[in-house]
C-alpha cells in the first residue's frame, strides 16, 4: 500500500458468465480482491508483484459449494439462498429486523409487435415501453448456485441460463448487499422481442406507494394506477407505472424499508405491493416509429450486447434509511476511478521515485455535503460548488443546516483571499440575479430570495437541504 505495508489479498474465482462474455480476451480466472483506502479528492497507489515460488503450497482460505444452501453472513447481515439459487430472505443482525422475499431473479416482457399504421399499433422500441402483457415470464424455470466464502468477501454466483446470471456479495464490514447482474446476449431466435428485468418481491406491505428519485437527489411518491392532479384510468398497467430512476428506488411499511441503489438509470417500478422491479437490459426486432429508423438491437461481436451493472440493496427501519442511502448513493455514483500501469521497478525504486498518496483537502467536509465541483480556471482563481444533498425531515441528524470553513479545506491550495458566489451555471454573480417575480391569487408576491451578502475575509459557507451553492475563488 502507499505506506509500504503488505495487504491481505484473496484470490476468488471470476464467475464463468463473465468468462464467456463475447470479446473478452483475458484469460484470466480469478480476481484479486483486497481492501483499499482512498484519501478524500485524492489517489492512493497500491503496488502488485507477482512472486511465482513464494508460498506456493500456503492453503487458500476461499471456500466452494455447488447447489448447496447457501448463507451469508457478516458483522451486520445475513443473506440466505437455498440449494436451488432461491433468495430466501436478507437479515439486519443490527435493527433485528429483515426481509422475507417471494422470489427474486430475472423476467422478461415480450414487446408488443405493432406496424405503426394506427396509435393503437405502436411497437416497443427504442423510446416506447410497451409489453403485450402485464405478466412477465421467468427467464428460466432453474437455476444453479456456486457458494464462494473468503474471508474478505461472501458471493453467491446464481445462474439462470447463458445469457443471465447474478453475483450477490457481501463484503467484510458492509452494510449492503450487492447484486451484479450480467445480461445478454438476449436471444431473438423466436422473433420476439424481449424487455428484461430484475424484480425483488418481498414482504413488505408498501400500500400501492412506492418512491424514486426524480433528479438523482429528491424523491418522490409514487401510487400505483394514480395520478395527483386528475382522475387516472390505468389502460397499460405496467408501462403506465414505469418511472426513470436515476439512483434509487424504495418500497416501505412501518416497520422496515427496502432500498435499491442504481449504478445507471433505469425504468423501474412497483407493479404489486411488495415487489420492486428494474429494468435492466432490451431487445426489440421492430422500430416504434419515433426517429431512429431502427429496432433497439444492438450487437457486438456478431452477437446481441452483454450489459452488466451493480444493484445496492439495504434493510433498514425507515427513520434510519437516508443516512445509509444518501451516503451509498454519492458513493456508488462517484465511484473510484481505477487506473493501472505496468512499471519496471521495484517497489522501493518506485516508491522513492513517485508520490504514493495525495489529497487536495486538508480537512474533512461533513458527512452531508458533497464537493460536486473543484476546477481550476486559472493559476490562482478556482470554482467551487458545494451541495447539501439530504432532503428536509428525513434524519435527525443530517438533514438539519451545516456550516463549514472553504479555507480550512483548500488549504493545499493558498490562502482565499477572495470569492464571488455565482448562479448554479455560473454565468452570473449571485448578487445581479434578477429573477420574475409572480403575482399569486391573492396578489401576494412569490417569495424573493435574497443572496448571502458574504465579505471577502469570510469563508464560512452555510448550506440548508438540497441546497446547491457555487463560488470562484482567488487564493494566494
Not at 341 to 353: E, G, V
Amino acid at each position: 500500500d502507499p505506506t509500504g505495508e503488505t495487504l491481505f489479498t484473496e484470490l476468488v474465482p471470476i464467475s464463468q458468465a463473465v468468462q464467456n462474455i463475447p470479446g473478452r480476451t483475458s484469460l484470466t480466472q480469478k480476481q484479486i480482491i483486497f481492501e483499499a483506502t482512498l484519501p478524500a479528492l485524492g489517489f492512493n497507489t497500491y503496488y502488485f508483484e507477482k512472486k511465482p515460488d513464494q508460498e506456493k503450497n500456503e492453503k487458500s482460505s476461499v471456500k466452494i459449494t455447488h447447489n448447496e444452501e447457501c448463507t451469508l453472513k457478516n458483522q451486520h447481515l445475513r443473506v440466505d439462498f437455498d440449494d436451488q439459487g432461491n433468495l430466501h430472505q436478507i437479515v439486519n443482525l443490527d435493527k433485528n429486523t429483515g426481509v422475507q422475499f417471494k422470489s427474486q431473479g430475472f423476467y422478461w416482457y415480450q414487446a408488443f409487435a405493432g406496424n405503426n399504421s394506427r396509435p393503437e399499433f405502436q411497437p416497443s422500441g427504442p423510446y416506447i415501453f410497451r409489453p403485450l402483457t402485464p405478466n412477465a415470464q421467468p427467464v428460466s424455470t432453474t437455476r444453479s448456485i456456486t457458494c464462494i466464502k473468503a474471508e474478505s468477501v461472501q458471493t453467491a454466483i446464481v445462474t439462470f441460463n447463458n445469457w443471465a446470471s447474478q453475483e450477490i456479495s457481501l463484503y467484510n464490514g458492509g452494510e449492503h448487499v450487492e447484486v451484479e447482474w450480467t445480461v445478454g446476449p438476449i436471444p431473438i431466435n423466436d422473433n420476439i422481442g424481449k424487455e428484461i428485468i430484475l424484480r425483488y418481491d418481498t414482504d413488505i406491505q408498501s400500500q400501492s406507494k412506492y418512491y424514486t428519485d426524480a433528479n438523482g437527489r429528491e424523491v418522490l411518491e409514487r401510487k400505483r394506477d394514480y395520478r395527483p392532479t386528475w382522475n387516472y384510468t390505468a389502460v397499460e398497467t405496467v408501462s403506465g407505472n414505469y418511472y426513470p430512476i436515476n439512483s434509487r428506488i424504495w418500497i416501505k411499511d412501518q416497520d422496515q424499508q427496502f432500498t435499491v441503489l442504481t449504478d445507471r438509470t433505469q425504468g423501474g417500478t412497483s407493479v404489486v405491493d411488495g415487489s420492486v422491479e428494474l429494468m435492466i437490459h432490451r431487445r426489440h426486432l421492430q422500430d416504434d416509429g419515433l426517429g431512429v429508423g431502427e429496432p433497439l438491437n444492438e450487437t457486438a461481436y456478431g452477437e446481441g450486447l452483454v450489459v452488466r451493472g451493480k444493484h445496492i440493496l439495504f434493510i433498514q427501519p425507515p427513520a434510519a434509511s437516508a443516512l445509509y442511502h444518501r451516503v451509498a448513493s454519492q458513493s456508488l455514483y462517484m465511484h473510484p476511478l481505477a487506473t493501472f500501469a505496468t512499471i519496471p521497478q521495484t517497489y522501493d525504486n518506485y516508491a522513492a521515485a513517485y508520490r504514493q498518496t495525495w489529497s487536495a483537502l486538508t480537512d474533512t467536509l461533513p458527512l452531508n455535503v458533497h464537493l460536486l465541483t473543484f476546477e481550476q480556471l486559472a493559476p490562482q482563481i478556482y470554482r467551487i460548488r458545494v451541495e447539501h444533498y439530504f432532503e428536509l425531515n428525513e434524519d435527525e441528524t443530517y438533514s438539519h443546516p451545516v456550516t463549514f470553513d472553504l479555507q480550512s479545506l483548500f488549504k493545499s491550495i493558498g490562502q482565499i483571499s477572495e470569492f464571488t458566489e455565482l448562479t448554479l451555471a455560473a454565468n452570473l454573480p449571485l448578487t445581479d440575479l434578477k429573477r420574475l417575480t409572480w403575482l399569486s391569487s391573492e396578489q401576494e408576491s412569490s417569495h424573493m430570495f435574497v443572496p448571502e451578502q458574504k465579505a471577502a475575509t469570510n469563508t464560512t459557507i452555510r448550506l440548508i437541504p438540497m441546497q446547491i451553492r457555487t463560488f470562484n475563488v482567488l487564493v494566494q
